[in-house]
């Protein structure tokens, strides 16, 4: 039997509790009439124009991003505004959005940071900023390698492993320097740094470092850093998420994870002039 978008959406909450997200935040239901059936669903970092075409094109009755479309009190979606267009868009396809933002970023076990724990190799994680002692739920994860590498390695390692960008990835300290504990922060987690180092972590793997911050903590005892594209840290979690509806919902709606790549950035120019630009699709 087909399942309603109320069921979908009961069953997301289920696993990314809207009480977990931070107060300025905006998840839950953008659009959709909860009684509609819903067959298929698509998972997507961004609700950007690309990825609403995917979704109309694959026939979706539900996009489910991880960042919100509005962030800011709206007094209106006109056709003619860029984020009205695609509200537009998704009502007449009979397709609805779905946010799960810093509700999913702080979910135990299929939330966006032990996505990204996961797909880095890393075992026995716990959250960096628990919502409560012992509990699974929190900010960051760090964990452990299996075995021990240099911060050189692992930078490629994260390279590898993670969705390729322009930007690629960076990391700050010794090149040499060992990595067996690996903190994380999918998204901008610069803020963690502290608690990476309370840690004990060799290493923070984070997205949206700046100048200042990083210059400064390479001049005090604590993590090397690692700085990944904001939606390479991300994307991990796209087909959790997809697994999980299939899963919770016994195979009653097809969910797939987009491979649309959103990342915003498109050309890197290296110290030799070396230019890359990952495809679009």
Do not use: I
Request: proline share 7%.
């Amino acid at each position: 039997m087909t399942a309603t978008l109320g069921e979908v959406v009961a069953a997301l909450e289920a696993r990314y509790d809207p009480a977990l997200a931070e107060a300025w935040d905006a998840v839950g239901l953008v659009c959709g009439d909860p009684a509609d059936p819903v067959e298929r669903v698509l998972v997507a970092v961004d609700p950007v124009a690309a990825v609403v075409d995917e979704a109309v094109e694959t026939g979706a009755q539900l996009l489910v991003t991880h960042h919100p479309l509005f962030l800011t009190a709206v007094h209106g979606v006109p056709a003619d505004d860029p984020k009205g267009r695609l509200v537009h868009r998704l009502v007449r396809a009979g397709c609805g959005l779905f946010v799960a933002h810093t509700n999913a970023d702080r979910a135990a076990d299929v939330g966006v940071n032990d996505a990204l724990a996961a797909v880095l190799g890393l075992t026995a994680t716990r959250p960096l900023q628990p919502v409560a002692p012992g509990s699974r739920e929190g900010l960051g994860r760090v964990g452990e390698l299996a075995e021990p590498t240099t911060l050189a390695a692992f930078a490629a390692h994260a390279a590898a492993v993670l969705p390729g960008t322009a930007g690629g990835v960076r990391a700050a300290g010794d090149p040499d320097r060992p990595v067996r504990t690996v903190a994380v922060c999918g998204g901008s987690g610069g803020s963690l740094l502290s608690d990476a180092a309370a840690a004990g972590a060799d290493v923070l793997l984070t997205s949206d470092l700046r100048h200042h911050p990083v210059s400064e903590a390479r001049e005090v005892p604590g993590p090397a850093l690692c700085d990944v594209a904001h939606f390479a840290s991300e994307w991990p979690w796209v087909p959790v998420v997809a697994d999980v509806l299939t899963t919770d919902l016994s195979g009653r709606v097809e969910a797939v994870a987009s491979r649309r790549r959103t990342d915003p950035w498109t050309v890197h120019v290296g110290a030799e002039g070396d230019r890359a630009a990952p495809s679009a699709g």
